[in-house]
């Protein structure tokens, strides 16, 4: 039996907040979808766990080396430019609208996104697809862009280009907002409600696709708010937010005549792309790189390499990765040391071959160091997912335990396999370096969460979310272990679509 598929992101819903939520009856419509179906609260993220990476593995499946987005900023060599979607979606006015619209809505979408869309796989198949306010909708119909006035008297704002998505997409004022029958989608746009892209418009959109049985046979909704608020005063304090998004969620399930009835031919599928960390109130809790580094010649903040530069520093929040133009076993190990100098600097990563290795990966921290390769030989431990690693080191550098030849993680969930998923892309800076639960990294210019949260890192705190499934063709269960890219196989499960993964298969 197959159905529709509703899935259903709000960005950086943390398990460890909303998952109590639920099950003390503060989201009630939430709460009924985990009672009919089953609920997940440790899902994790890709490394790095930040929107743009993580919102397009759960659209592809793949993880950052297969999809090609490497994070919110990341410095393409062959073009000699860097991406940047900025600390968060909606802090663009400083970067400039036209910059937003370029980079997000057409290059990321365009010839950076390297994997195969959920759209895009399902509507090969034939069957339709519909993407409400969701960022990554790199889809197989054209859509003409139209500028809402105010926007398009900017500079750099294209007056309207083609884009590519699903035959169903609705990106706020910006495209769309009709059926493929003709139907005019009730939204909320204008200036107050950021051009349509916020929750309010999302929320109008679904309960009036679900009021008229119009929704398509798989249809992503996209919640932004929860993000945004929560950088600014955490993710408890931010839970009014998810409460009005659980509120949307009821009226869009009353208009499509309750939710039993809704749940007969639709599954629903409720997660986030990441969680939220805690950041420290008092300024001790932001560390700097750029001072770190202070001996080393630096490239100037979001530009390419002058000949005579050593580092590129492409800030990620919680995460950040480093480029090195001519990279030396000396100089990374001297990038790594000057780094850990602060306290607050978690781990610095890289690839073994940098320094002198044959393989795989090496994990630098206070704690002590830890390498790991895929697939070798001796010290082999088998991870949640069946992924087979070899290793040597100090385990309490990710803080996993080895029990017989099963590896168990603690603090930094399946951080082998999401470390590999971004090391291995091409476009990866040579080391990525992470900041310890309460702290974040800041660039000049910049401005970190202080007394807020953040998110981008390796940890627990920033890298988990929940996974809500009911009805339609759903599993009654939900797997012990869930990723954010068990997502998309998942969908394609429902919908009785073939896609090169199965839900839990280990990721090469
Ligand atoms: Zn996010």
Redesign the pocket.
């Known amino acids: 039996m197959t159905s529709k598929v509703l899935l259903i992101v709000i960005?950086?819903a943390t398990p460890r907040v909303v998952c109590p939520a639920i099950q003390t009856g503060h989201l009630p419509t939430m709460r009924r979808l985990a009672e009919i179906g089953d609920m997940h609260q440790a899902s994790v993220a890709i490394f790095p766990s930040?929107?743009p990476a993580?919102?397009s593995t759960i659209i592809t499946g793949a993880y950052p080396a297969e999809h090609g987005i490497a994070g919110a900023s990341w410095f393409d060599t062959s073009r000699q430019e860097i991406a940047y979607y900025g600390d968060d979606?909606w802090i663009i006015m400083r970067e400039g609208f036209g910059r937003f619209i370029n980079d997000f809505l057409l290059r990321l979408n365009g010839d950076r996104m390297k994997a195969p869309t959920l759209f895009e796989m399902i509507e090969r198949s034939g069957r339709s697809a519909g993407c409400l306010n969701y960022l990554v909708f790199k889809g197989s119909f054209p859509h003409r862009v139209n500028m809402p006035g105010l926007i398009a008297a900017l500079p750099g704002v294209p007056f309207t280009e083609i884009i590519e998505g699903p035959s169903l997409l609705s990106l706020g004022d910006f495209v769309g907002t009709h059926t493929p029958t003709g139907h005019k989608l009730a939204e909320k746009g204008g200036a107050i409600h950021r051009f349509g892209m916020d929750d309010a418009s999302t929320g109008a959109m679904l309960k009036d696709l679900a009021s008229k049985n119009a929704l398509p046979e798989f249809t992503v909704a996209y919640f932004?708010d929860n993000?945004y608020v929560s950088h600014g005063v955490g993710p408890v304090a931010a839970l009014p937010v998810v409460e009005r998004v659980d509120k949307m969620l009821g009226e869009a399930f009353e208009a499509a005549g309750g939710l039993d009835r809704f749940l007969q031919d639709t599954a629903v599928i409720l997660t986030?792309?990441?969680g939220h960390c805690e950041v420290l109130g008092d300024p001790s809790s932001v560390v700097r790189l750029d001072l770190l580094l202070g001996n080393f010649r630096q490239a100037a903040l979001g530009k390419a390499w002058q000949p005579a530069d050593q580092v590129m520093i492409c800030p990620n929040m919680r995460a950040t990765q480093i480029y090195v133009q001519h990279a030396t076993s000396e100089i990374i190990q001297k990038l790594a040391i000057a780094m850990l100098v602060d306290p607050k600097v978690d781990q610095v990563i890289w690839r073994s071959q940098l320094t002198g290795g044959t393989s795989g990966y090496t994990v630098l921290t206070h704690r002590g160091r830890v390498e790991f390769a895929r697939d070798g030989a001796s010290h082999t431990v088998v991870d949640d997912f069946g992924g087979q690693w070899s290793w040597s080191g100090e385990a309490t550098a990710l803080d996993f335990d080895v029990d017989g030849r099963t590896l168990r993680y603690r603090q930094y969930p399946n951080a082998f396999e999401r470390i590999a998923g971004v090391l291995d892309l091409d476009k990866c800076g040579e080391i990525w370096v992470t900041a310890k639960p309460g702290a974040e990294f800041e660039v000049p210019g910049g401005k970190a969460h202080v007394g807020g949260a953040s998110?981008g890192a390796l940890h627990q705190l920033d890298s988990l979310s929940p996974v809500i499934v009911a009805g339609g063709a759903a599993p009654r269960r939900l797997p012990r272990k869930m990723r954010s890219v068990d997502i998309a196989p998942l969908c394609m499960q429902i919908l009785g679509i073939p896609m090169r993964y199965q839900v839990g298969d280990p990721r090469k």
């Open positions: 960005d950086a930040i929107t993580a919102t979606f932004a993000d986030s792309d990441h998110h």
